[in-house]
């Protein structure tokens, strides 16, 4: 099994793919981070296991800002230019011809399914997807949902959350499944559980 990595053009600078290539993988899972955080989160770590077990190439993608040392996201406009350009990249070549799964952790989530919309993978995973901010001290008003950014994949969607999530808990959809798992937005209280759920889904998708 090969491991590399190697850095893509974006016109943002350069993004950063982790590589994980089995030899004659059935599909291709690209992730990408948290707004704050980065591609070693646990939780992207067993995704990326679980992935591999069932036969997945997977690429764990750093998004410009963070392969520059910054902390704080990019606007969103930046991040999915950014995001498209390396799934182009790697569609036409790393994991050329392979059917393709995108997702990510909370931010990377949301870019995922923006792109998702207009581009119709065969999967989205969304790993702590941040429904809703958490409303501010005296404020009066309840932070947008983001909803419908889950809501416009029409591909099959898998939303790992944990059950403590103080950014809320997404409904399931017609096809969309919701995996409850113990913890909060880190998904760190049951590494085991969200690696069976996201070893379970991609057992049946279909491809």
Not at 32 to 57: C, L, Q, R, T, Y
Not at 163 to 184: H, L, Y
Request: proline share 10%; aromatic share 4%; net charge neutral.
């Amino acid at each position: 099994m090969a491991a590399t990595s190697i850095d893509i053009d974006t016109p943002h600078g350069p993004a950063r793919a982790h590589l994980t290539l089995p030899a004659g993988p059935r599909g291709a899972l690209v992730l990408s981070h948290g707004a704050g955080g980065g591609v070693e989160a646990p939780d992207i770590v067993v995704a990326k296991e679980a992935a591999v077990e069932e036969g997945f190439a997977v690429a764990l993608v750093e998004q410009p800002y963070r392969v520059a040392g910054r902390r704080s996201p990019a606007p969103a406009r930046q991040l999915d230019a950014a995001w498209a350009a390396v799934l182009e990249r790697l569609q036409a070549q790393e994991l050329s011809g392979l059917p393709l799964v995108v997702g990510g952790r909370s931010l990377g989530g949301r870019v995922a399914c923006r792109w998702a919309a207009e581009h119709r993978p065969a999967g989205v995973l969304c790993l702590a997807f941040p429904l809703q901010r958490p409303r501010r001290r005296n404020s009066r008003e309840a932070p947008p949902s983001r909803l419908p950014e889950l809501d416009a994949v029409e591909a099959s969607v898998l939303v790992v959350q944990g059950t403590s999530d103080p950014f809320g808990m997404p409904p399931p959809g017609p096809n969309r499944e919701v995996a409850q798992v113990a913890g909060n937005h880190g998904l760190r209280a049951d590494p085991d559980a969200v690696g069976s759920a996201v070893r379970d889904w991609l057992r049946r998708l279909e491809l």
